[in-house]
């Protein structure tokens, strides 16, 4: 089973700045790639980025030059850097790592962009 520690959600003003980060463990095989994803109340889950072990990375339209995501392989930690931070950004983040045939999820963490 792998275990996620998922941090730096939070409430902040549109325009404002914040930076997730995942931590995975315990996976039986080589994590290849991670991401997050989002889900905002009524909404269904969408992709927000991810990024394989060897840096490529991928990002939805509405986050592109806002956002960016890096990795650190030996830690399997994952990071989103989030700026221009707009209400329409406000939902539960999801960690993501894809491990052999795998998929796994983290618990989630809050983000919510209001004045």
């Known amino acids: 089973q792998v275990h996620f520690v998922e941090s730096g959600g939070g409430l902040v003003q549109p325009g404002g700045s914040l930076r997730l980060s995942c931590a995975a463990s315990?996976?039986?095989?080589?994590?290849?790639?991670m991401g997050w994803y989002r889900q905002a109340p009524g909404k269904q889950r969408e992709l927000v980025a991810t990024?394989?072990?060897?840096?490529?990375?991928n990002y939805a339209d509405s986050v592109k030059g806002r956002f960016t995501i890096s990795m650190d392989n030996a830690e399997d930690t994952v990071y989103l850097q989030m700026n221009s931070l707009q209400p329409e950004d406000t939902a539960v983040y999801y960690c993501?790592?894809?491990?052999?045939?795998?998929?796994?999820w983290g618990q989630g963490t809050q983000v919510t962009v209001s004045s």
């Open positions: 315990g996976s039986p095989f080589s994590i290849y790639s």
């Open positions: 990024i394989t072990s060897g840096g490529s990375t």
């Open positions: 993501n790592a894809l491990a052999h045939e795998y998929e796994y």
